[in-house]
C-alpha cells in the first residue's frame, strides 16, 4: 500500500465505523469458529495491528507485515504484550520462516493485494494444523474499482465465483461464503461511482463526525446478527471460513 496509508490507518483504526464495527463482525466469526484453547494464530497482513488485540482473545497472535512502518505503529499502539508477536515478510515468499503451523490463519482485506493469490492461499494451507480453518474478507466486484483501490494499491476486487475457485483451487474446503456490508451498500455504491466519475478519492479513512460514526458503526455491526442466519446476496465485501478438509 501507500506509506501513506498506513499513517492514515493508524489515526482511526480504533474509533472509524468501518474498522469498528468489522471487528464486531468478526468477532462474532471467530467465536464461531469454536478454537482449541490457546489456539495458535496468524494474521496475514497484520498492518496496524487493527485486529491483534481482537484475535489474541482467541488465542496466541502472530502478525506478519511486510512494512516496517506498519509494525512500528502496531507495537506503538498494542505496547508490550507475551501473546502477541509481530513480523516483517511477505506472503507468501517469507511463510517458510514462521516455522511453525496454526489453528487459524486470517487475511483481513489482504488477498486483494497479493499477485499470486492462489499460490499465497496454497502456502497458508500448508501451515493449518489437522483441522484448522482459514477466515479472510477481501473487496467485492471488479465493476467497484476505483481510485480507492488504487490508493490503496489493490490488484483485484472478487466475484464470489472467482473467490471459491481460488480457495478450493487451493485445496482448501469451503465452510462459508457470503457477502457482507450489505445494509450500506447504497450509499458505499454511490460513494465510489462518484470517486470513479471524479477521478478522485474522497477522504474514505476520515473518521466522520460522532453521530454520523456511531450511526454508521451501529448499522455495519448489526449484520453480526444477519451473518448468523442468511448469506446475504450482495455487499460490498465477501467473507469466507475454509478448512483444510482433514
Given amino acids: 500500500m501507500n506509506p501513506s496509508a498506513y499513517d492514515e490507518m493508524a489515526g482511526v483504526q480504533e474509533r472509524h465505523w468501518w474498522y469498528v464495527a468489522r471487528r464486531e463482525i468478526l468477532c462474532c466469526q471467530l467465536r464461531q ?71 487459524l490463519v486470517c487475511l483481513f482485506d489482504v488477498l486483494e493485494h497479493i499477485e499470486q493469490d492462489r499460490l499465497a492461499l496454497e502456502r497458508l494451507k500448508s501451515l493449518l494444523k489437522p483441522g484448522g480453518r482459514l477466515l479472510l474478507t477481501v473487496p467485492a466486484y471488479q465493476w467497484m474499482w476505483g481510485p480507492h483501490d488504487e490508493h490503496f494499491h489493490h490488484r483485484r476486487r472478487y466475484a464470489k465465483a472467482q473467490l471459491l475457485d481460488a480457495c478450493r483451487g487451493a485445496g482448501f474446503s469451503v465452510v462459508q461464503a457470503c457477502h457482507f456490508n450489505t445494509l450500506l451498500f447504497p450509499l458505499a455504491l454511490a460513494e465510489r461511482l462518484r470517486e470513479k466519475w471524479s477521478g478522485r478519492r474522497g477522504p474514505a479513512t476520515r473518521t466522520p463526525p460522532w453521530a454520523l460514526n456511531a450511526l454508521l458503526a451501529r448499522v455495519f455491526a448489526a449484520e453480526r446478527h444477519l451473518l448468523a442466519r442468511i448469506a446475504p446476496p450482495f455487499g460490498l465485501s465477501l467473507l469466507v471460513v475454509a478448512g483444510t478438509g482433514t
Fill in 33 to 103: 469458529l469454536r478454537l482449541p484453547r490457546n489456539a495458535e494464530i496468524l494474521e496475514v497482513g497484520s498492518g496496524t495491528g487493527a485486529n491483534l488485540s481482537l484475535l489474541a482473545r482467541f488465542g496466541r497472535v502472530t502478525g506478519l507485515e511486510m512494512e516496517q512502518r506498519a509494525i512500528e505503529l502496531a507495537r506503538r499502539s498494542l505496547g508490550a504484550r507475551d501473546d502477541i508477536r509481530l513480523l516483517q515478510g511477505r506472503c507468501p515468499e517469507d511463510l517458510d520462516r514462521l516455522g511453525q503451523r496454526f489453528d
